[in-house]
Structure formats: structure tokens, C-alpha cells
T-cell receptor, first 113, second 112 residues
Framework: AQSVTQPDIHITVSEGASLELRCNYSYGATPYLFWYVQSPGQGLQLLLKYFSGDTLVQGIKGFEAEFKRSQSSFNLRKPSVHWSDAAEYFCAVGAANAGKSTFGDGTTLTVKP | DVKVTQSSRYLVKRTGEKVFLECVQDMDHENMFWYRQDPGLGLRLIYFSYDVKMKEKGDIPEGYSVSREKKERFSLILESASTNQTSMYLC???????????FGPGTRLTVL
């Protein structure tokens, strides 16, 4: 069965600092991988996704993620965090024909001024 | 832009009531999903649907049922609401290739 682990429940960074959110997955074949962001009181919005090809994926709002098959990881990065990035971030894994994704428990990001 | 709307942002019901949560998407997506979101537990899939009148159980279907009579609408039904069903409910849709999911704003349901 597929699963996703986000080891960090809560991360605090200063505005302007770099950010890395960790995601590890378990899946038997080549996965589809996603990062979503959820602002308070809102639904989830897709930041980026990996299906195949280049393992470094660019997303919206200046985020990027790198797929590392050997480490079963898909970590999210941003070189300089803005106060508006404070939110909850979810990593998800799916498959081409499975019809559903499995989500991690989420990482809450706090940005200090 | 894809738009997924949910009938209520906040809902308060009493134990034993029948509750309907409605979700509508405007992008002609084949797939629709219902999740519940609880602190520390992430998103858990309740039911999903690949097509009209078709449904499949997700990870936590107990206490819930669904209805999809039209392609754009997917309803979640709590036959007899209980306090442990107090949660945030999120609806999502995705196109046929089952890739990116588009989420509604959520319904925060409180069962007293």
C-alpha cells in the first residue's frame, strides 16, 4: 500500500530564510507526487507535481521539489520565504490508474518577521 | 480556472440528524472525492467516484454514503450524525487522467 510521511509537524523559519519541507513516500512503482498548500480556512491548492522526466520540478510561488528515487523522497524547497508562505503543506502520492492519492499528515509552516 | 464549490462553509447539526454535504465542480471532471481533515491526521479519503452513479469506498467510509446523480455534483450523506463526525470536509475533483485534484474551500461540520 502507498504511504506518505512528513517527518516535521511544525517548522518555523525567518522571513527571507531558505525552506525545505521533507516528504518520504512508499510506493511499489513509479509514483505520481504532489505538493499542496492550504491557507487557513481554505481548501488545498496544488503547488507542483512530478509524473516523470526531470526530477527537479518547478511550481508556483517560487517553490521547487526534487524527486530522489534512491531515497524515496520528494522534498519541497524555497530559497527565500515570504510571510505569506505561512500555511500548512501536504505531500501526496498517487498512481496513474489508481484514481486516488494518499496524503501525508501535513507540515505547518510559521514565518517569523 | 477550475472551480469546486461546497454548499456550506460552516454547518452545525445535532446527533442523529441526517446531513447532506453538497459539492459542485464546473470543469466537467470525471472524478470526484470526499475527504475529511482532522488535526494531526491529514486528509483521509471517505469515498470517491469515477463517473455518474459510480462510487468506491475510500479509507474511512463507515457512517457515510454518497450520491452522484449528475457529473458535476457529488453529495456526501451522514445518515445519522454523531459527534465523532465533527470535522472539516473537503471535496475535490480531477480530470480523467486522475492527476491533479482541485479542492473546494471545505465545510466545517460540528455535530452537537
Amino acid at each position: 500500500a502507498q504511504s506518505v510521511t512528513q517527518p516535521d509537524i511544525h517548522i518555523t523559519v525567518s522571513e527571507g530564510a531558505s525552506l525545505e519541507l521533507r516528504c518520504n513516500y512508499s510506493y511499489g512503482a513509479t509514483p505520481y507526487l504532489f505538493w499542496y498548500v492550504q491557507s487557513p480556512g481554505q481548501g488545498l491548492q496544488l503547488l507542483l507535481k512530478y509524473f516523470s522526466g526531470d526530477t527537479l520540478v518547478q511550481g508556483i510561488k517560487g517553490f521547487e521539489a526534487e524527486f530522489k528515487r534512491s531515497q524515496s523522497s520528494f522534498n519541497l524547497r524555497k530559497p527565500s520565504v515570504h510571510w505569506s508562505d505561512a500555511a500548512e503543506y501536504f505531500c501526496a502520492v498517487g498512481a496513474a490508474n489508481a484514481g486516488k492519492s494518499t496524503f501525508g499528515d501535513g507540515t505547518t509552516l510559521t514565518v517569523k518577521p | 480556472d477550475v472551480k469546486v464549490t461546497q454548499s456550506s462553509r460552516y454547518l452545525v447539526k445535532r446527533t442523529g440528524e441526517k446531513v447532506f454535504l453538497e459539492c459542485v465542480q464546473d470543469m466537467d471532471h470525471e472524478n470526484m472525492f470526499w475527504y475529511r481533515q482532522d488535526p494531526g491526521l491529514g486528509l483521509r479519503l471517505i469515498y470517491f467516484s469515477y463517473d455518474v452513479k459510480m462510487k468506491e469506498k475510500g479509507d474511512i467510509p463507515e457512517g457515510y454514503s454518497v450520491s452522484r446523480e449528475k457529473k458535476e455534483r457529488f453529495s456526501l450523506i451522514l445518515e445519522s450524525a454523531s459527534t465523532n463526525q465533527t470535522s472539516m470536509y473537503l471535496c475535490a475533483s480531477s480530470p480523467l487522467d486522475r492527476s491533479t485534484q482541485y479542492f473546494g474551500p471545505g465545510t466545517r461540520l460540528t455535530v452537537l
